[in-house]
């Protein structure tokens, strides 16, 4: 049986399985099809109909079931939902079982994220770093571009960590596609 | 010493990755139809899972038995009992907890979900010098493993889920 204990290590493995078989194409429409457009349909649901506070409202639910000890945090502001990982749940099972069968694990959460808070009306500012960390900010598609002055700061804080410790970044901006990744070596 | 070749910090896992599963088995059978959902499965048997068949290879029966003790002390809202016969390990799983929580949540489940179990099962027996035999399904069902050769299956055993 497929059990959901250590669904991150199957989930990881299908990754790598799937580009073997069609390359990253295949990957990405499995994460816009599979988990964006089935899996996660709950997800989608309640943030397309709330808005922030369905944002809210899932991964208030979703983070306490995967991460009980906690490692996060999360908030509303203005017209936007950030969240920090400090230690990722899914990632830092990876890490600590010493799994890595695929490359690129974290892209999978823009992979499915971002198609749904298209249609959801939202863009997505992320930024990982491979290591269990990343940022997440999710703005209105139709947005003036300037940036909320308390998300932003959270934002450079950790890129400059993350660059002080020469760590490879995977960073998105105004993005809604896993595509859209610009790779940051700067601090290498 | 824990027979999973896994582990986590919490003590079970989150059942919403059933939904994941669900849709997971949905994606490869809409895409490589049932031969490459087979096919699928039993490379993750031999592929992903060879930590474990080593560790049935090496402890035989009884570490099978332990396995999926542990195994489904960590998946929420499983009722299962192992049992260890002569020569054999029954898996009574009376209640299935992923097919519990699909339907718990009015999910769309593949009528085949039950079939990767089987599927599963026999790779990861072949590969540890055993064989494995599944009967019933759609939330509840029993495994059986035994010394290699000795369990036939039954085409008719496995339920789809309805």
Redesign the interface.
């Known amino acids: ?7 991150c ?3 990881d ?2 990754f790598n ?1 799937l580009k073997e ?1 069609g390359g990253t194409e ?1 990957l990405y429409q ?1 994460w816009d ?3 964006y457009g ?3 349909q ?1 997800a989608a649901e309640l943030i397309g109909s709330k808005g922030l506070s369905g944002m809210k409202e899932y991964w208030g639910h ?1 983070l306490e ?2 991460a ?2 906690g490692g996060y945090a999360a908030g509303i502001v203005g017209d936007r939902f950030w969240m920090e990982m400090n230690d990722c ?1 899914s990632r ?2 990876l890490m ?2 010493g ?1 890595e ?1 695929s490359r690129d694990y974290c892209d999978h959460c823009l992979g499915w994220i971002g198609p749904m808070m298209k249609k959801a009306g939202f863009t997505v500012n992320h930024a990982h770093n491979h290591c269990g960390q990343c940022y997440w900010e999710f703005m209105p598609l139709q947005n003036s571009g300037e940036p909320e002055p308390s998300i932003e700061s959270l934002k450079q804080r950790l890129l400059r960590e993350w660059d002080g410790e020469k760590m490879e970044t995977d960073r998105f901006e105004q993005a809604n596609d896993v595509c859209k990744k610009r790779v940051n070596t700067q601090g290498q | 010493m824990s027979l999973l070749p896994y582990t986590d910090t919490k003590p079970k896992g989150a059942a919403d990755f059933y939904f994941g599963i669900n849709a997971t088995f949905r994606f490869m059978l809409r895409q490589f139809g049932e031969a490459g959902f087979i096919r699928w499965l039993t490379e993750m048997g031999h592929g992903y899972f060879e930590p474990v068949n080593r560790i049935w290879r090496e402890g035989g029966l009884p570490s099978v038995a332990q396995y999926w003790r542990e195994f489904f002390a960590a998946e929420p809202g499983a009722e299962v009992e192992v049992h260890e016969e002569e020569r054999q390990v029954v898996i009574d799983v009376k209640r299935c907890p992923a097919i519990a929580h699909l339907k718990a949540h009015q999910r769309d489940i593949v009528p085949e979900y039950c079939r990767h179990c089987l599927i599963l099962g026999q790779t990861r027996a072949e590969a540890a010098g055993l064989s494995m035999q599944l009967e019933g399904g759609n939330g509840s069902c029993i495994h059986r493993y035994g010394d290699a050769g000795v369990l036939t299956q039954d085409a008719d055993a496995v339920r789809e889920v309805s």
């Open positions: 049986m497929l059990g959901c204990y250590d669904f290590g199957h989930y493995w299908i399985w078989q295949l499995y099809e599979a988990i089935d899996s996660q709950h979703t079931e995967e009980p000890a749940p830092g099972f600590r079982n799994i069968f």
